[in-house]
């Protein structure tokens, strides 16, 4: 029987998306979701899955065992807000699970291993601007301090032990299917939901907070394009640099007025600005674009367009 593809945190917000574009791609049965909690009912319908906690070794390496697992996604993660109320267990969460499949895929059990790194990973003294490959990186929270380790882990387990760990750097995700859960970037999605049905969104970022961000549809075409390309090409072996679009709250605004004319933006700034302030504006990602042929397709008025026209049917 040919291998699997495991995708671990499947219930996420990538991880929902990610499986269900693996499982048109390659057949249902080639493709295993798990997570520590169950999807709806249709995802759980349409394939394989199974209940688990990524921390836990050997009930990682026995689905790896089971379903004869060839590829692993470890989409699993804590976020960048929420992280900073639980600082250790997100470091747990983090941090195992990625050692887990590292060293599973160091044992030779898997061959190719995907995980999700982030802007998160830059700092204050990051250059805000086009920020460049490789940089100052002096992360300030929990999360980006998780994803700056976990970069070097991967670069050493390559350069060490061959494994073939791949990753990028999200921006913000913005997608109507699955909601965003816990991160710094999640006001981007709400506010659609929010103009719908109350017509209005109070933020938690202050008008000017420009971030990187990317329609979901972007990234799951980089997250399989990476995956894709062949070994030689991929040159980094932490994690790639990948742009969309960057904008701030009030630049959505603008683009949902577009199509509701009386919507209305009003600010309540959290303990979140202070970690959007270290974030990077722009990003450069020449790199992935050079190496594996990346590029993204979705604008702000695009996503706009897309996020209500596909949510307006859930609140009508
Ligand atoms: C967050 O806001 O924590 C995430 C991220 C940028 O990694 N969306």
């Known amino acids: 029987m040919k291998s699997r593809i495991l995708i671990i945190g499947a219930c996420g917000q990538i991880g929902t998306e990610l499986t269900m574009a693996l499982r048109a791609r390659f057949g249902a049965d080639k493709v295993v979701a798990s997570d520590i909690r169950e999807g709806d009912a249709q995802f759980m319908r349409e394939g394989h899955f199974e209940l688990l906690d990524a921390t836990d070794f050997e009930a990682v390496e026995d689905i790896i065992f089971r379903y004869k697992v060839d590829t692993v996604y470890l989409m699993a993660a804590m976020l960048s807000a929420i992280a900073e109320r639980f600082p250790s267990k997100a470091w747990d969460l983090n941090m195992n699970s990625l050692f887990h499949i590292l060293n599973i895929a160091k044992d030779g059990k898997v061959k190719k ?55 990028i750097r999200y921006p913000g995700l913005i997608s109507y299917t699955t909601e965003p859960g816990g991160g710094t970037t999640d006001y981007a999605v709400d506010i659609y939901h929010r103009a719908l049905k109350h017509g209005q969104y109070r933020c938690f970022l202050k008008e000017g907070t420009v971030l990187p961000m990317m329609y979901m549809e972007d990234a799951i075409k980089a997250t399989i394009g990476i995956m894709d390309a062949k070994a030689e090409d991929i040159k980094i072996r932490s994690s790639y640099n990948l742009a969309g679009v960057s904008y701030a709250p009030e630049d959505v605004a603008e683009s949902i007025k577009k199509h509701i004319p009386d919507f209305k933006i009003s600010y309540d700034i959290d303990f979140r600005q202070s970690i959007a302030d270290t974030w990077p504006e722009s990003i450069d990602d020449s790199e992935a674009r050079k190496d594996w042929g990346w590029s993204h397709s979705f604008d702000l008025e695009s996503i706009t367009k897309i996020m209500l026209d596909n949510l307006r049917d859930r609140y009508s």
């Open 113 to 167: 291993v995907f995980w999700p790194s982030s802007i998160a990973v830059f700092g204050g003294t990051t250059p805000s601007q086009n920020t460049p490959q490789t940089t100052v990186m002096e992360p300030s929270t929990v999360y980006g301090i998780s994803k700056q380790t976990g970069e070097r882990w991967c670069e050493y387990y390559y350069k060490k032990f061959g494994v073939d760990v791949r990753s």
